[in-house]
């Protein structure tokens, strides 16, 4: 059970902030709105990534349009694993809307990203 319990959670954390690169901030963004947490999901891609002008405007839409849909997850009473469940559901088709805005190497660069993020998140919950 705890290893469901800290799989699932490791999850959400890292659907809900892949493109988090500083804890704190990552942290804040749950409390922020759906506007507010595509702006810097949108932001981190840009520098990340490396994205032209029209990749952001793009990559921002995207950003968005699953940053309200994810929205519902983060006040839902589900349990987690439902929660789990949708927000990976929906995380899949972001990454596919995403591939299309991206060129094989930024798609690639932001799987390693969202990799380590995983990485680092195994590691702190490790930790605790």
């Not at 929660?83 to 559901?89: D, G, N, Y």
């Amino acid at each position: 059970m705890k290893k469901i319990k800290c799989s699932t959670m490791m999850a959400i954390a890292i659907l809900f902030f892949t493109q988090a690169a500083i804890a704190q901030q990552a942290t804040d963004l749950k409390n922020k709105t759906p506007e507010q947490r595509a702006a810097f999901q949108t932001s981190m891609m840009k520098s990340k990534l490396n994205l032209d002008s029209d990749q952001v405007s793009k990559v921002h839409v995207i950003n968005l349009k699953y940053a309200q849909k994810f929205e519902p997850i983060f006040k839902s009473d589900d349990s987690r694993f439902s929660r789990f469940r949708q927000a990976k559901t929906l995380q899949k088709a972001k990454d596919a809307e995403l591939k299309t805005v991206f060129t094989a190497s930024q798609y690639k660069q932001y799987q390693d990203f969202e990799a380590d993020m995983k990485e680092k998140l195994k590691e702190k919950m490790a930790g605790n």
